[in-house]
């Protein structure tokens, strides 16, 4: 059984930088697309970054585009997200995914239990 364990989340003041690991098991992390996903309160879940199987090319919304890097270790069953110039609407919980890829919560059919990102003064 796939199993993904968030870490890394916390308060930090806008302008910030935050680290997300997401370690699998029972998969290997190139055979599946990895996507973090955050939600706000009273918001839906969205995507906010995803790297492909395989070749592992990396997507981001444009709301982080240039702030966030994705990036995975496939030698440590890892993935991350590097978070820098946190804003305060980045705040939420973040998951992590693996399934085929792509901005939709249903193409992911394994996700972790979330880890609380702040931003905030």
């Known amino acids: 059984q796939v199993h993904l364990v968030e870490s890394g989340g916390g308060l930090v003041q806008p302008g910030g930088s935050l680290r997300l690991s997401c370690a699998a098991s029972?998969?290997?992390?190139?055979?599946?697309?990895l996507g973090w996903f955050r939600q706000a309160p009273g918001k839906e879940r969205e995507g906010v970054s995803y790297?492909?199987?395989?070749?592992?090319?990396?997507d981001y919304r444009d709301s982080v585009q240039g702030r966030f890097t994705i990036y995975r270790d496939n030698a440590k069953n890892t993935v991350y997200l590097q978070m820098d110039s946190l804003k305060p609407e980045d705040t939420g919980v973040y998951y992590c995914?693996?399934?085929?890829?792509?901005?939709?919560?249903?193409?992911?059919?394994?996700w972790g239990q979330g880890t609380q990102v702040t931003a905030s003064s």
């Open positions: 995914a693996a399934g085929i890829g792509g901005w939709y919560v249903n193409w992911y059919d394994n």
């Open positions: 029972a998969i290997t992390l190139d055979t599946y697309a």
């Open positions: 790297i492909t199987r395989g070749d592992g090319f990396p």
